[in-house]
């Protein structure tokens, strides 16, 4: 049974960072590439970070990018989320998601999904 758990939430002033952590099981990490999305209350669940199985393929949404920084330890079985520069508009639970399929930007692209991790950046 594939297992996704995510960790490293919290709430932190705007400006500020945090690291997200997500741990995988059940699964062939290694070969597995990851993604994060979040949600918003009251919004669409939309991308975030993307990393391929060998980490040497990134792909960020336009809204974080040069501020977040996805990354993968095969050999802990975890991905990470680094958060720099927080804002407001980042609130919003965090998911990590996983597929042996091509990485991608939508929800249909992943077959597996954490439980989430609540972000919250106070002004």
């Known amino acids: 049974q594939v297992q996704l758990v995510e960790s490293g939430g919290g709430l932190v002033q705007a400006g500020g960072s945090l690291r997200l952590s997500c741990a995988a099981s059940?699964?062939?990490?290694?070969?597995?590439?990851m993604g994060w999305f979040r949600q918003a209350p009251g919004k669409e669940r939309e991308f975030v970070a993307t990393?391929?199985?060998?980490?040497?393929?990134?792909d960020y949404a336009d809204s974080v990018k040069g501020r977040f920084t996805v990354s993968r330890n095969n050999i802990k079985n975890t991905v990470y989320l680094q958060m720099n520069s927080l804002k407001p508009e980042d609130t919003a639970v965090y998911y990590c998601?996983?597929?042996?399929?091509?990485?991608?930007?939508?929800?249909?692209?992943?077959?597996?999904w954490g439980q989430g991790t609540q972000v919250t950046v106070s002004s």
């Open positions: 998601a996983a597929t042996d399929r091509q990485v991608g930007r939508t929800r249909l692209d992943y077959d597996y």
């Open positions: 059940g699964l062939t990490f290694r070969w597995s590439d």
């Open positions: 990393i391929n199985w060998s980490g040497g393929v990134t």
